[in-house]
């Protein structure tokens, strides 16, 4: 089975340009998640998306940030402008549960590394 | 509020040395699930284990061991003969009932020197 895919790996933009990362869940996962990790710092939620619908944003940066996930799949997440402090590593999970079910596993992608110069 | 402390910022042992990663946990649920992770250099989180409120029974995986105290708060994390694939970041997360996103500590760096 295919894991959580990402693109692209690693980016460097100048502070005030647009920057667009995707994300590819595991096939046939509802949730997904993007998460935003600082150096020596645990991942914290940005937004968690149930099929199409955004269930939790609450820590989104919203004068900047945006995500869409259309059809229920491919998600991307897109920062407009760029802060230098948005410098870190954006990870995207998914997993197969739904709000009514248990927890389900959240499996990671592998990154996308923004450095804000 | 929920929250993960991983106390151990840095642990550094030599090859076949057993090792202990700490994690204490804070929540008010009375169902909620534990898990850790592990970032290799790579990056990416691996899944290593999860475990559910009702069920304090230790695992043990291989050379890996986990040990759920609810009495304390605590499930932490044994590697048992270290080897220098297990250098990594390591993550204990925390998440309710009902597939809410991961609180997580700050992680653990271990460094297996040979």
């Known amino acids: 089975e295919a894991g959580v895919a990402q693109s692209p790996r690693y980016k460097i933009i100048e502070k005030r340009q647009s920057v667009a990362f995707w994300c590819n869940p595991i096939?046939?996962?509802?949730?997904l998640y993007w998460y935003q990790q600082i150096l020596g710092q645990g991942p914290k939620l940005l937004i968690q998306?149930?099929?199409?619908?955004?269930?939790?944003d609450s820590q989104l940066p919203k004068d900047r940030f945006s995500a869409e996930r259309l059809k229920g799949v491919d998600s991307t997440l897109k920062i407009q402008p760029a802060k230098l402090e948005d410098s870190a590593v954006y990870l995207c999970a998914s997993s197969s549960a739904d709000r009514a079910s248990y927890a389900e596993t959240q499996y990671f992608g592998p990154g996308t590394r923004l450095l804000v110069l | 509020a929920q929250k993960v402390t991983q106390a151990q910022t840095e642990i550094s042992v030599v090859e076949k040395e057993d090792v202990t990663l700490d994690c204490v946990y804070e929540?008010?649920?009375?169902?909620?699930?534990l898990f850790w992770y592990k970032q290799p250099p790579s990056g990416e989180l691996v899944f290593l284990i999860r475990?559910?409120?009702?069920?304090?029974q230790n695992e043990i995986s291989g050379r890996y061991s986990w040990n759920f105290q609810k009495s304390t708060s605590s499930f932490n994390f044994t590697i048992t003969a270290s080897q220098v694939v297990d250098s990594a970041v390591y993550f204990c997360a925390l998440s309710e009932l009902g597939n809410t996103p991961l609180v997580f500590g700050k992680g653990t760096r271990l460094s297996v020197i040979a």
């Open positions: 475990r559910n409120s009702f069920d304090e």
């Open positions: 998306f149930q099929n199409n619908g955004v269930v939790d």
């Open positions: 096939s046939g996962h509802a949730t």
């Open positions: 929540t008010r649920d009375t169902t909620y699930y």
